[in-house]
């Protein structure tokens, strides 16, 4: 039994949060909206892997840095949490992208404008 | 093949859904900026998925039966695991626009300052006030440090304040306004906008917890975090408001800082004796007394607010000597406790010397006793050196 894969997450989603703190994307843009959106994300997720699951396609391995717990038959207690970190970065990315995109033009508009 | 066909199942429902979302929820010109926003980000899920995905399936966190996939791969990740991602980022950021374009378009979101203004309305510097009750009781019995002990002393050393002072400053916004007392370290005016949030984030932050520790415990457990969360909501909530009932007031509050110890108790499996019993007896009236003095400096705002008390109703003189009086009936009763719980007697004298000079308080001369009230904040930490000493004495005596 280890936590390393659970550690790494959880590090994960903590580095996830600081990037949507530092720029307001996400939960520190709206943080109602934001909670509805993770919400629908991992149940979806989850969903999935249920459907996987039930199939017989997704089979839990045995490997020593995870914890081994399950809330399932197949299904560790760190999938939820992969869910959630996928979500978050799936958000994250999206929303770094928005501003990202939507910084450019305006750059570039200074840019004609100082050369004018 | 089996994957391939869930996995485009579950891409279709996602795309329809998004397309959905981001047709209703776009505004002008905010589609072409959505889409591309969405290919970048595919695009850097895919690498972190190529890369990850094979650093997962190495280490044996899991594997597919191969029957069922179609034998693709990027490393070690069988093509099938990108509809994960996809389906995440077509769907998601469509919901997110959605959702969040009305914002936009200029409302302002409305929850800013929410977190420390509960942090703020929680009154830190009173969080060792109801934790330290529950990880010494807990401590004591169990004399080891487990999970329990530690979710337990979280809880009760910030989630439930938050709950306790924030449902409070919620329904008492009429009289803290009225009181210039209110807004520094003895609690926060809480803005009419962020009364609903906060209710909400008391529960949300409370109710796991709860349910946890509940867990973790059998029915006494139970039953002690009941009566502490009842207790807590109703102190204040409209309807209820035990804090408005006198006598009953200073009860509802004394069992805001030993309901943690009894849950401490609980979960612990100690066993009941006449011992614990008068301990628990005298925290008990040591919470009430305090309650009630604390009381007498608010008799002025809380009947131009019509907030009754304790102190309002038997007025400030015969409150301020029940407090005296509960003080030194705790610290009797701690002499008829087991050695060394007798030399936690001594601990009533700073408080009843604290505040026995207001022995002839009048109403009008009532906001005078804050003074006492700021030195029975710190009071109350040189109380918790005594007794954290005379738990040490009492771990090496019974070890």
Redesign the interface.
């Known amino acids: 039994m280890g936590v390393l894969?659970l550690a790494s997450l959880l590090f994960g989603i903590s580095c996830m949060l600081l990037l949507d703190h530092r720029f307001r994307l996400?939960f520190w843009?709206?943080?109602?909206?934001?909670a509805?959106?993770t919400a629908?994300?991992v149940l979806?997720?989850l969903g999935?892997d249920a459907?996987?699951i039930g199939?017989?396609?997704?089979?839990?391995?045995?490997?020593?840095?995870?914890t081994g717990l399950l809330i399932a038959p197949e299904l560790p207690i760190?999938e939820p949490v992969f869910l959630l970190f996928?979500?978050l970065?799936?958000?994250v990315?999206?929303?770094?992208?928005?501003r990202?995109?939507?910084r450019l033009p305006a750059r570039q508009a200074e840019r004609e404008r100082e050369n004018a | 093949m089996?994957?391939l066909w869930?996995a485009l199942a579950?891409i279709a429902a996602?795309a329809v859904a998004g397309v959905v979302f981001a047709g209703r929820g776009a505004r002008q010109g905010e589609a072409s900026?959505?889409w591309?926003?969405?290919g970048?980000?595919f695009a850097?899920?895919a690498v972190?998925t190529a890369v990850f995905d094979s650093v997962?399936?190495g280490?044996?966190?899991?594997?597919?039966?191969s029957s069922?996939?179609l034998g693709l791969k990027a490393g070690l990740a069988p093509i099938e695991d990108f509809a994960?991602?996809l389906?995440?980022?077509v769907?998601?950021?469509g919901?997110?626009m959605w959702?969040?374009r009305r914002?936009n378009a200029g409302a302002q979101?409305n929850?800013k300052g929410l977190v420390p203004q509960a942090i703020l309305a929680s009154r830190p510097v009173s969080w060792i006030n109801t934790a330290y009750p529950f990880a010494a009781a807990m401590l004591l019995t169990t004399r080891e440090i487990d999970w329990v002990l530690i979710v337990g002393t979280f809880y009760f050393l910030i989630p439930y304040n938050l709950a306790m002072y924030g449902i409070n400053d919620v329904f008492d916004y009429e009289s803290d306004l009225k009181n210039p007392r209110k807004g520094g370290i003895e609690g926060a005016l809480l803005k009419p906008h962020l009364h609903r949030p906060m209710l909400w984030l008391a529960a949300i932050t409370n109710v796991p917890f709860l349910l946890v520790l509940a867990l973790a415990g059998g029915p006494a457990a139970w039953i002690s975090l009941t009566v502490s969360a009842f207790a807590v909501a109703a102190y204040s909530v409209a309807g209820l408001r035990f804090k408005e009932r006198p006598v009953l007031d200073s009860l509802t509050s004394s069992t805001h800082f030993v309901s943690p110890a009894v849950v401490g108790l609980a979960l612990a499996g100690a066993d009941v004796t006449p011992g614990l019993l008068i301990l628990l007896a005298a925290f008990f009236l040591w919470g009430m007394a305090a309650h009630a003095f604390g009381a007498v400096q608010d008799i002025e705002p809380d009947r131009q607010a019509g907030i009754g008390s304790i102190a309002t109703v038997i007025g400030a003189r015969r409150t301020v000597r029940l407090a005296v009086v509960l003080w030194l009936v705790a610290g009797l009763a701690m002499l008829a406790t087991p050695w060394p719980g007798p030399l936690a007697a001594i601990i009533a004298v700073p408080y009843i010397v604290n505040c026995a000079p207001y022995w002839t308080v009048t109403d009008t001369t009532a906001a005078r006793t804050n003074v006492a009230w700021r030195r029975f904040i710190w009071l109350n930490y040189g109380s918790g050196f005594l007794v954290t000493l005379i738990f040490i004495l009492q771990w090496g005596l019974t070890s």
């Open positions: 894969y996400f843009h709206d943080a109602k909206a934001a509805m959106v629908v994300g979806f997720f999935w459907a996987g199939l017989g396609i997704f089979l839990r391995g045995e490997g020593t840095i995870a760190e996928l979500t970065c799936t958000m990315l999206y929303t770094g992208a928005r990202l995109l939507e | 089996t994957y869930l579950f996602a900026k959505h591309k926003a969405v970048l980000a850097a899920l972190l997962m399936i280490m044996e966190l899991f594997h597919y039966d069922h996939i994960y991602p389906a995440g980022v769907a998601l950021p919901l997110w959702l969040t914002r979101s929850l």
